[in-house]
């Protein structure tokens, strides 16, 4: 096992059959959430440790044996709270909980990356370690923003390696994968993986392969295997700079063409959900509107075939203008469908 990988091991590793260990966790985890949060009642700590309410009552009465002064208020408004004053100073961070903050407004992917758990933990600890002050206004902050990273109308991929991916990346370890590319092509290769993006919901392992750094898309690895031997990074790797350049000439090589469109003030709106930051980009640089609030825009498109199945989803609310083959394929793909419909569906009579 390459070194730096044992920090990263996600709890059910780490912990093994070591319960005591697990025990201490939840045990400090108890302790934190009550000086964080004040009063919390057995069913709620019970949900935020995800353990029985019997188990919470054991926790407590272990807690008060060891000297915590946590206290028991009876009623709809009880629960348990720690005695005014007390706080704990037992907030170092190990190494994977600080690690975990990188992933602080994002708890969805950390998750993901088997660092839920890292990160609870790692963020409790942080606020009892804050000022009064500053422990107040984190908590404001968690309560009015947050990141959601997923992508509108589209499902996340399933990504149920993507765990040992990342264990991989941080451990410096070659894997050998078996993954399926976009046009269904089946290949085995062994990776050297380098780092994890996260675009849209979607995952990306950036990995060198056969003396080169290429993009993997993680939900299409169909197996992941640890070799056990470590690589060396390569000098001055920078992922973001990567991750920047490869999207830049992803969009130079998809986007070949443009089209010249007229939009409804509605296909306007439409215009930045369907092509993103091209139909943006088009907008920013539309002439003005007519009478009618139609505009004509000129936007990046992909091939010829590509570009009338993704302008068509735009529906009445747009005109391909141009170029002539272009709309020439639009409009035969509107007759089409013209024709589809004019009948009744499965030979039945129109009523």
């Known amino acids: 096992m390459c070194p730096a990988s044992a920090p990263y091991l996600t709890p059910s590793v780490r912990y093994g059959a070591h319960n005591g260990d697990v025990r201490a966790d939840r045990l400090l985890s108890i302790l934190l959430l009550l000086q964080n949060r004040g009063r919390m009642t057995a069913p709620e700590l019970a949900a935020e440790l995800e353990v029985s309410v019997r188990t919470v009552y054991r926790d407590v009465d272990a807690l008060g044996s060891a000297g915590v002064p946590v206290t028991a ?60 002050g500053l422990a107040q206004r984190s908590r404001l902050v968690q309560e ?76 299409r690895l169909l197996t992941v295997e640890a070799t056990g031997a470590c690589f060396e990074r390569p000098a001055g790797f920078d992922l973001a700079a990567y991750w920047t350049e490869q999207s830049r000439r992803l969009e130079d090589e998809l986007l070949r063409g443009t089209a010249r469109l007229r939009l409804s003030p509605r296909g306007q709106r439409l215009l930045p959900m369907q092509f993103g930051a091209a139909g943006n980009r088009a907008l920013e640089e539309a002439g003005e509107p007519d009478r009618d609030g139609w505009v004509e825009v000129s936007l990046a498109v992909e091939t010829e075939a590509v570009a009338v199945g993704d302008l068509l989803r735009l529906g009445v609310e747009a005109e391909v203008l141009g170029p002539p083959s272009l709309r020439a394929a639009v409009g035969r793909a509107v007759a089409v469908l013209a024709g589809r ?11």
Not at 149 to 170: I, K
Not at 188 to 204: A, S
Not at 342 to 348: E, M, S
Request: no cysteine.
């Open 73 to 132: 208020d009876r009623g709809p408004a009880g629960g348990f709270r720690l005695m005014d004053g007390y706080r704990t100073r037992l907030t170092g961070l190990t190494d994977a909980e600080a690690g975990s903050l990188f992933l602080v407004g994002a708890p969805g992917p950390a998750a993901e990356l088997g660092l839920g758990a890292e990160l609870a933990t790692a963020r409790l600890k942080l606020q009892a370690a804050l000022p009064d």
């Open 341 to 351: 419909y004019a009948q009744p569906a499965d030979g039945g009579q129109e009523v």
């Open 144 to 219: 009015r923003f947050h990141l959601d990273a997923p992508a509108w109308f589209r499902d996340a991929d399933p990504v149920p390696h993507l765990a040992a991916v990342a264990r991989a990346v941080w451990a410096a370890e070659a894997v050998r994968v078996a993954y399926r590319r976009w046009n269904g092509a089946l290949r085995h290769r062994e990776l050297h993986p380098l780092g994890l993006v996260l675009k849209g919901g979607i995952w990306y392992l950036a990995a060198g392969a056969e003396g080169a750094v290429r993009t993997y898309r993680v939900s």
